[in-house]
């Protein structure tokens, strides 16, 4: 449902040749692999795949309206996050794509994906 519109706003931006950043748990590494045969672009998925409870429901983290769940949603919820790291994981293992888990030193580990795009902007 959401592909075309990513199609549509890769198309409108690729011809300004800035740096743009678009993201979201709905774009797939098969979308990708696709949408790279006609558009330049860098890619890199990140992944929690060591995420506990815990660390989900922390409020310092990226699901602070988790802190005061039940149990039972924050288990969930990290389960819905390691199956969906194991799948980004292995299509983009499959597929080629840089992918980083951000699960364990996150600041360094953000800092090697940012410079891997930024070397895929560098001219040959």
Do not use: C, V
């Given at each position: 449902m959401f592909e075309p519109y990513l199609e549509q706003a890769i198309r409108f931006l690729a011809?300004?040749?800035?740096p743009c950043g678009i993201e979201g748990e709905v774009i797939m590494p098969e979308t990708v692999a696709r949408l790279s045969s006609d558009y330049d672009l860098r890619v890199v998925f990140l992944v929690r795949s060591s995420a506990t409870?815990?660390?989900i429901s922390d409020s310092r983290g990226p699901n602070p309206w988790l802190e005061r769940a039940t149990p039972d949603l924050a288990s969930s919820v990290t389960a819905e996050v390691l199956s969906w790291s194991r799948h980004l994981q292995l299509a983009c293992r499959r597929l080629s794509i840089r992918c980083f888990d951000v699960g364990g030193d996150f600041e360094?580990?953000?800092?090697?994906?940012?410079?891997?795009l930024m070397a895929d902007a560098r001219p040959a």
């Open positions: 011809p300004l040749g800035q409870s815990a660390n360094h580990t953000i800092e090697e994906a940012a410079g891997a």
